[in-house]
């Protein structure tokens, strides 16, 4: 059983950055014996893959709309996974999730994501 948190969203113009948080409470297992994902959702949307870590942090993987723009990262001993972003697009505009994978590779399938946070609104304002 994880349960996941996320913080850090909010409003900023075109161009900016914002860093994203995901605090997890985890019970039977560790932190770094899962998977980590990011994933967003637009109005009327369906929710997509934005980043994963693999356990270690050793193995990232992003979305093409997003490479180069967002990094994703991982500090097992504070039980945290990351998402800064930055040269925000109003095109990034959406609910931001962290999710957990048993997985033992990074997957961009949300049916891979067992755990999911209940949220953080981003917005881009043009």
């Known amino acids: 059983q994880v349960q996941l948190v996320e913080s850090g969203g909010g409003l900023v113009q075109a161009g900016g950055s914002l860093r994203l948080s995901c605090g997890a409470s985890a019970s039977g297992r560790t932190f770094s014996t899962y998977t980590m994902g990011w994933f967003r959702q637009a109005p009327g949307k369906e929710r997509t893959f934005v980043a994963g870590i693999s356990r270690s942090g050793g193995s990232t993987y992003y979305a093409d709309s997003v490479k180069g723009r967002f990094t994703i990262s991982r500090d097992n001993a504070k039980n945290t996974v990351y998402l800064q972003m930055n040269s925000l697009k109003p095109e990034d505009t959406a609910v931001y999730y962290c999710?957990?994978?048993?997985?033992?590779?990074?997957?961009?399938?949300?049916?891979?994501?067992?755990?999911w946070g209940q949220g953080t609104q981003v917005t881009v304002s043009s």
């Open positions: 999710a957990a994978s048993s997985s033992v590779v990074v997957t961009t399938s949300a049916v891979q994501y067992r755990y």
